[in-house]
């Protein structure tokens, strides 16, 4: 069974595609033990409380630096026995956490890596000012910095002719963030990954 637990920030949306396959049992050998929160009163926590999943909070306002708060993270993340790192909307730098947890911290990022990767801003108002036609979402294990790394698997996203920046951000969150997070982590604990350099090889 793969102990693992979720850092957030906001809402939990994307934690919310967790916790529905959870329900579902669509993640074999799965254990959610922990949803670790860096803002007080975030409703991602409300989401893990009413699922059963104890949430705890790791407030970065009572630390002196951002390295600081990561080693806190990480240590709580140890306390726990936790195996995999699943990132939900987390906002917070991850510090120290990928060198404790490398190749185990798996996340989405909301376009087709490489494109519009690192981009500071809107990443769907830059899609559509750009004239783009297919965008998408990316799931991925992190790496030494905490930012995107070797990528696990890719979705491809219509863009419309009358889609804004709102449209198109829910239409890549729901038919392709939230359905390669949780084939990510479920693919992950049937022992299906494997990194391989900067590669990710998945096996049936």
């Not at 783009?132 to 698997?153: E, L, P």
């Not at 491809?156 to 359905?179: F, I, N, Q, T, Y």
Request: charge should be negative.
């Amino acid at each position: 069974m793969v102990r693992a637990a979720a850092l957030v920030s906001g809402d939990g949306a994307q934690l919310q595609a967790i916790l529905d396959s959870m329900y579902f049992k669509e993640i074999p050998n799965f254990e959610l033990v922990a949803v670790i929160s860096s803002r007080r009163g975030a409703y991602a926590m409300t989401r893990a409380l009413n699922a059963g999943v104890p949430a705890y909070v790791v407030d970065p306002e009572l630390f002196p630096n951002e390295t600081s708060h990561s080693m806190a993270v990480a240590n709580k993340l140890r306390d726990m026995d936790v195996e995999l790192v699943i990132l939900a909307g987390y906002d917070q730098a991850l510090g120290v956490v990928p060198y404790q947890f490398k190749n185990r911290i798996i996340g989405t990022y909301p376009s087709l890596i490489p494109a519009f990767e690192d981009l500071n801003g809107d990443v769907h108002r830059a899609v559509l000012e750009r004239g783009v036609k297919v965008t998408g979402a990316t799931a991925y294990f992190a790496d030494g910095n905490g930012r995107v790394g070797s990528i696990i698997a890719q979705k491809a996203v219509e863009v419309l002719p009358d889609d804004d920046p709102e449209s198109l951000g829910r239409r890549v969150m729901e038919e392709a963030e939230w359905k390669l997070l949780s084939q990510a982590v479920a693919q992950y604990c049937t022992g299906q990954l494997s990194v391989h350099g900067s590669r990710v090889l998945i096996t049936a």
